[in-house]
């Protein structure tokens, strides 16, 4: 069965500065999809990012990228330039590839914003 | 990217009752995905529900439980009975096309049982 590991409950950033957020996971399937998910007070699920397994080029989005080690089986989101905004829980979720699979998500990490 | 609204938005009942919540999706989508987030946790699967038949449970769920109807394309509800405080959470839907890798929430419903 599939694991989606994040190490760290919790992490602060000052406000502009950069922040890295870890997440590993455990599969033996080639062809897959990880995300990352962020969940305000609002609670609700907002997609930041996605990458392809089969992709080696790191995804971004504006602030967001990710660092994609599939050898290690490692998925690291980076916010740089952190706004006040940022401050959630983030989820790294797992899907595989075949077929319309649900997603398996970490525990989260919850990220506060300081001015 | 599909919209998904939910019914109730939240709800507070009384242990011993059941309460159905609706998620509406504003197109035709293959699955939907019933996610349950307990207070302070991460997500879990409650079921897998495609049209046409019935909804797949992961462990620990079961269909008396947690009935879940799939009458088309566009629409479900996830019925959680015989409440107890325990079932206090966060539902959440999820919908997934089979050729959009992405899947995207709804905004939940959240219930608290007293």
């Known amino acids: 069965a599939q694991t989606v590991t994040q190490s760290q409950p919790e992490m602060s950033v000052q406000e502009a500065e950069t922040v890295t957020l870890s997440c590993t996971y455990d599969t033996s399937e080639s062809d897959y999809y990880l995300f990352w998910y962020k969940q305000p007070p609002s609670r609700q699920m907002i997609l930041v990012i996605r990458q392809e397994a089969y992709k080696q080029q790191n995804a971004t989005e504006n602030r967001f990228s990710v660092n994609f080690q599939k050898a290690a089986k490692s998925f690291s989101l980076k916010i740089s330039d952190s706004q006040l905004g940022d401050a959630a829980m983030y989820f790294c979720?797992?899907?595989?590839?075949?077929?319309?699979?649900?997603?398996?998500f970490g525990k989260g990490t919850r990220l506060s914003v300081i001015a | 990217s599909a919209v998904i609204s939910q019914k109730p938005s939240r709800d507070i009942c009384q242990r011993g009752t059941s309460l159905t919540i609706q998620c509406q999706v504003d197109s035709q989508v293959t699955m939907m995905f019933w996610y349950r987030q307990q207070p302070g946790q991460s997500l879990t699967l409650i079921a897998t529900?495609?049209?046409?038949?019935?909804?797949?449970?992961e462990s620990g769920f079961v269909i008396d439980k947690f009935p879940i109807s799939r009458p088309n394309l566009t629409f479900s509800t996830l019925t959680v009975s015989n409440m107890s405080p325990e079932d206090s959470s966060i539902y959440l839907c999820?919908?997934?096309?089979?050729?959009?890798?992405?899947?995207?929430f709804g905004p939940g419903t959240r219930l608290l049982v007293l």
């Open positions: 529900a495609n049209q046409g038949s019935e909804a797949t449970y």
């Open positions: 999820s919908v997934g096309q089979s050729f959009q890798e992405t899947q995207y």
């Open positions: 979720a797992y899907r595989r590839s075949s077929g319309n699979t649900p997603l398996v």
